[in-house]
């Protein structure tokens, strides 16, 4: 017998025992026999390690060793795992030759099956060891031809090694190997966690640095798995300074993430089974009886209990008497990797049990997040009573309950806003109190993110007035206990508040807003901030871009912002690229309306560039995030803007008239997003042939923007559109002064262009309901030429109200044609009388007449 090499057991801690054993094996080996044996163990336990270790043994003493690393990907490849065996037996060449002589008629998957098994006699009287790392995904024919080689009366000596977490029964089971006793019966050898002395060891020991008993206690996650402590040794190798508590976090959050991520590594190889009741677990375990997680999992009783075996064995479950996660805060990361479509059914199967045995599933939704389910209303086809609690009901009282609980103030910040993710959906009003509680309440160092949160939440609703006297009261108080570079995302979302809705004063001093950003979010509101005043377009472009480069740091409202900031200063691509992003990130982190908000911008842009349908289809999606009666009411006109002009550039101006009617059904909040829906009826207005009403919406918009310094017409055009009103109610001058003015602006913005094409979008679309529009002013020329009255000439305003006094209207019908107050037309026929020298209505209009006729 060939001796063992020395100290070949000495890196592998509290494993003597199993590695004396796999030793015995190998002694016998050379003495001729044939067997097979499995190592199982948890999460880390360092079965590979064993195995190297074998393998080591076994060519030290001149066996012949064959070697495979099996993995999901390959399991279903036939006999790919002997195949890998084989190739680390023979040279290629040799496997080759043998695959040669094989008939012509051969299945290939039986021509694999002889060459190996050939490949074998060839060797024997030499004994040789079959080493198969995570023996539990080989593919079943590959299986079946180990167990029947270890069974068989006649050949060489083999010893085949496999390691596995799960136990050996369920792999041969699964392929579909016979439960008989045979001539080779399978050796289990158990890998058990490391005792605290051993742990100890290996972390001293492969640190190099001597390790005080109290990171044992701090890195308990690791349950004594040698290879979760062998990086967390290596984390600890690489701190400089001492093993203080100041380092403790640091290696616990190590331990976690080493654990974490080999138990998510072994829950991909196990059965769906397995997988399947793991991710029930997660999310409601600690809720139901095992009869309950049973059905919810859709398992019978034998599956249910091989499920819960192989679990347990990998060290995914707690030894308990009812299947619990090992550690409570692997149900994130458990869940984390379901797609949405799992998600929706698990919370289905869920809901549907609470509501046939009122077992309290509540907090499934609560571990889920923002799914489908949430807002799904039940219908005749769930085959359940009409008084069954919807999805969101349930989670919402789960969550009541678990903050009627003693928590810490962060966990109830954190559950507020997880109440509030849920209700902005089926109560908005109550998800908005949630919020204003955690702002109010809540403004601590520990719950400050939270409080930022919060005030995104908030915002992205559309509720801007409350968000803006919120947050001044709560930077208020925050100021003399959080540091200033904290406060600044806090004053950026308080100025795009402001942005959108002024108000009366504030009864706390609003925070200070500056033009020289100190934090990523702070550029993001003033690249939007000067983008809807047409003012530094290079800047603004700085400011988007180098903002957009950390979003981490940038609340979504802001995101969104600095995405509109790139979309009106040209940067299409760019601008939409971030929206998707803020998508993907509020999705994620269950903000629905900020979701909302950036798809209600695509759809926007899509509109102005040409692609209705596209526009459509992102205002569906945005309202599948977040339904409609959800929308604060100082945001719907913005969504039923967006609705009208698309469906008016799809063809469809019938819908879109039926839509503006339905908002007239609806409280709207007054506020600069209500100039969007003021033009959209405007265009409207003008298809059906009213002018005058046009023209008041327009003007309306226009004072709207004007008011928040909005001048920039990438944001609505309503210039252009004016125009065209102005024209058909026979103010050509005064269109053409509307023409101009927009066309200086966009000229010195920078994107004349860009702006060109939409308004020609939007021209021709008028021109296809056969509204009359006015040519395009001369850049070289003036916009109007002054018209004269018996020599005195008029301007463009002056002359809209006298052509109209000729043609015998009075002011108040004036007034109503050209979208001004009656009072306004007084004041310039006044004016007019004391230039002209006149006295009266009558004698202005002969005077007028008089100039025509010299004319």
């Avoid at 063992?4 to 190998?26: E, K, N, Q, W």
């Avoid at 954190?414 to 009003?429: D, G, I, K, N, S």
């Avoid at 033009?679 to 046009?694: K, N, P």
Wanted: glycine share 8%.
């Amino acid at each position: 017998m060939t001796a063992p090499p020395a100290l070949v057991s000495t890196r592998l801690v509290g494993r003597d025992a199993t590695l004396g054993a796999i030793d015995g094996f190998v002694t016998r080996l050379e003495n001729g026999a044939r067997e097979l044996a499995v190592v199982t163990g948890p999460v880390g336990a360092g079965r590979s390690a064993v195995l190297d270790w074998a393998v080591t043994r076994a060519r030290a003493a001149g066996l012949a060793v064959g070697v495979a690393r099996c993995s999901p990907r390959e399991s279903r490849i036939p006999y790919g795992t002997v195949t890998q065996l084989m190739a680390t037996l023979c040279p290629p060449s040799r496997f080759g030759a043998l695959a040669g002589a094989l008939g012509r008629g051969t299945r290939p998957t039986a021509a694999v099956a002889h060459t190996c098994d050939a490949l074998l006699t060839e060797s024997a009287g030499r004994p040789v060891l079959l080493a198969v790392d995570d023996v539990h995904l080989a593919d079943p024919d590959s299986l079946r031809w180990l167990v029947e080689l270890g069974r068989r009366s006649h050949g060489g000596p083999v010893l085949a090694l496999g390691t596995s977490p799960v136990p050996d029964r369920q792999v041969l089971a699964a392929a579909g190997v016979p439960a008989r006793a045979g001539t080779c019966p399978v050796h289990t050898l158990r890998l058990d966690p490391l005792t605290g002395d051993e742990a100890h060891t290996l972390l001293a020991t492969r640190a190099g640095r001597p390790v005080p008993k109290a990171v044992l206690a701090a890195t308990a996650v690791a349950g004594g798995a040698p290879a979760v402590l062998r990086a967390v040794a290596d984390r600890i190798a690489e701190l400089a300074g001492p093993l203080d508590t100041d380092a403790l976090p640091h290696l616990v959050a190590t331990a976690r993430a080493a654990w974490s991520a080999r138990a998510l590594a072994t829950a991909r190889g196990l059965s769906d089974n397995a997988v399947g009741l793991l991710r029930v677990v997660a999310a409601v375990g600690h809720l139901l009886d095992f009869g309950q997680m049973a059905a919810i999992a859709g398992l019978d009783a034998t599956p249910f209990d091989d499920a819960v075996a192989a679990l347990r064995a990998c060290g995914l479950l707690a030894d308990a008497d009812t299947p619990r996660l090992a550690h409570a805060w692997f149900a994130d990361d458990v869940l984390a990797g379901l797609t949405r479509a799992e998600r929706d059914t698990l919370h289905l199967r869920a809901t549907a049990l609470q509501g046939g045995s009122g077992a309290r599933i509540g907090t499934v939704a609560d571990m889920l997040g923002a799914v489908t389910g949430l807002v799904r209303p039940w219908t005749a086809s769930d085959s359940g009573p009409a008084t069954r609690p919807r999805p969101a009901d349930v989670t919402t009282a789960a969550l009541r309950h678990a903050l009627r609980e003693p928590v810490t103030d962060t966990e109830r910040a954190r559950l507020l806003l997880r109440l509030a993710a849920v209700e902005a959906v089926t109560a908005p009003q109550a998800s908005d109190g949630r919020l204003r509680q955690v702002m109010l309440r809540h403004a601590t160092p520990e719950t400050w993110p939270a409080v930022l949160h919060a005030a995104d939440l908030l915002l992205s609703r559309g509720d801007a007035e409350t968000t803006r006297w919120v947050i001044a009261d709560v930077h208020q108080r925050a100021l003399t206990v959080i540091p200033d570079a904290q406060l600044r995302p806090l004053r950026a979302l308080g100025r795009l508040a402001g942005d959108e809705k002024g108000g009366p004063p504030l009864v706390a001093p609003p925070p200070v807003h500056t033009d020289h950003p100190g934090h990523p979010a702070q550029a993001a509101v003033l690249a939007w901030t000067l983008a809807a005043r047409a003012d530094d377009r290079v800047r603004v472009l700085d400011l988007a871009r180098t903002t957009l480069a950390e979003p981490a740091a940038v609340p979504l409202m802001c995101r969104i912002a600095a995405a509109r900031a790139l979309l009106c200063a040209g940067d299409v691509t760019g601008g939409l690229d971030r929206l998707d992003a803020v998508v993907t990130d509020a999705r994620h982190t269950g903000a629905r309306a900020a979701a909302a908000q950036a798809l209600l911008t695509r759809a926007e842009v899509a509109v102005r560039l040409g692609r209705p349908e596209d526009g459509l289809r992102d205002l569906a999606t945005a309202t599948r995030e977040l339904p409609p009666a959800s929308w604060h009411t100082l945001l719907r006109p913005r969504l039923t803007a967006a609705e009208i002009l698309a469906l008016i550039r799809c063809g469809r101006v019938d819908e879109a008239r039926r839509v503006a009617e339905r908002a007239r059904t609806r409280p709207e909040g007054h506020s600069v997003t209500s100039g969007f829906l003021l033009y959209a009826r405007a265009e409207l207005a003008l298809i059906d042939g009213d002018a005058t009403r046009a023209l008041l919406l327009l003007e309306e918009c226009g004072r709207l923007l004007r008011s928040k310094r909005w001048r920039n017409p990438m944001l609505i055009a309503w210039r252009g559109t004016a125009a065209v009103a102005h024209h058909q109610l026979g103010a050509p001058a005064t269109a053409a002064e509307l023409l101009t003015e927009e066309h200086r602006v966009v000229e010195r913005w920078g994107t004349a262009s860009a702006f060109t094409a939409v308004r020609t979008r939007t021209h021709d679309t008028l021109a296809r309901y056969g509204v009359d529009l006015p040519g395009a002013p001369h850049r070289d020329e003036p916009a109007d030429t002054p018209a004269e009255a018996g020599g005195e000439a008029l301007s463009a305003a002056e002359r809209a109200v006298t052509d109209l006094v000729v043609q015998g209207l009075g002011n108040r019908e004036i007034a109503g044609r050209l979208g001004l107050s009656t009072r306004t037309v007084e004041l310039r026929l006044t004016k007019l009388y004391r230039r002209l020298g006149v006295k009266g209505r009558p004698a202005l209009v002969t005077r007028l007449l008089a100039g025509q006729e010299d004319g």
